[in-house]
């Protein structure tokens, strides 16, 4: 079982950057992937990045492209979601995530069935 805490949410203007840490804890970090997904007020749960457990497959989702960077220290069991280009559209509550098969999954459609979350930081972007 792996256990994810996010950090790294807090207020920020328009056109700045913020960058979200998920530390994990627990066995075999190296062995899953890592994403990030978020949920604005009133709207659902969306995709925003993931990484697959080796590193070599990113997805983006397209209104962070370009924006966004996702990016993992297996070294020291965090993956970072690093945002520029802050957006008032980008407040929510962004979430970890952590699953073998990961990018699969989302690619696939199967995110409600991703293994592990965390329990959100929140990301508020000021006009």
């Known amino acids: 079982q792996v256990q994810l805490v996010e950090s790294g949410g807090g207020l920020v203007q328009a056109g700045g950057s913020l960058r979200l840490s998920c530390t994990a804890s627990?066995?075999?970090?190296?062995?899953?992937?890592m994403g990030w997904f978020r949920q604005a007020p009133g709207k659902e749960r969306e995709f925003v990045a993931a990484v697959n457990s080796l590193g070599s497959t990113i997805d983006y989702a397209d209104s962070v492209k370009s924006r966004f960077t996702i990016a993992r220290d297996d070294a020291a069991d965090i993956v970072y979601l690093q945002m520029n280009s802050l957006e008032p559209e980008d407040t929510a509550v962004y979430y970890c995530?952590?699953?073998?098969?990961?990018?699969?999954?989302?690619?696939?459609?199967?995110?409600?069935?991703?293994?592990?979350w965390g329990q959100g930081t929140l990301v508020t972007v000021s006009s």
């Open positions: 627990g066995r075999s970090f190296e062995n899953y992937g």
């Open positions: 995530t952590a699953d073998r098969n990961i990018v699969a999954r989302v690619r696939a459609g199967l995110s409600r069935f991703l293994e592990r």
